[in-house]
């Protein structure tokens, strides 16, 4: 069974900087993108920033230039550094990866962790 758990959320005032985490743990073959996205109340869920195995990256445009995707493939882990946070950036963050588990590594599936809250005072 495969899990993704993030951690490092929290509140911080605007201006400030937030790291989160997201460790995917279980019977994982391998790893192919991941992700973060993230919901604020009443909004619909926006993608944030996307890293593939390789390291390519994507930004949401509203993130660009104050937030950076990382990836540790050794430790199955990724990572989101997130400096002049703003109040609109409020939301529950969540990660997401697709991947192959061992016992069905021709299978690619998508699995999303649970969502940390994040919340920056103005």
């Known amino acids: 069974q495969v899990q993704l758990v993030e951690s490092g959320g929290g509140l911080v005032q605007a201006g400030g900087s937030l790291r989160l985490s997201c460790a995917a743990s279980g019977s994982i073959f391998s790893i192919n993108d991941m992700g973060w996205h993230r919901q604020a109340p009443g909004k619909q869920r926006e993608l944030v920033a996307e890293?593939?195995?390789?390291?390519?990256?994507n930004y949401g445009d509203s993130v660009k230039g104050r937030f950076t995707i990382s990836r540790d493939n050794a430790k199955n882990t990724l990572y989101l550094q997130m400096n002049s946070l703003k109040p609109e950036d409020t939301a529950v963050y969540s990660c997401?990866?697709?991947?192959?588990?061992?016992?069905?590594?021709?299978?690619?599936?998508?699995?999303w962790g649970q969502g940390t809250q994040v919340t920056v005072s103005s």
């Open positions: 997401n990866a697709r991947l192959r588990e061992r016992s069905s590594y021709w299978i690619m599936n998508n699995y």
């Open positions: 890293i593939t195995s390789g390291g390519r990256t």
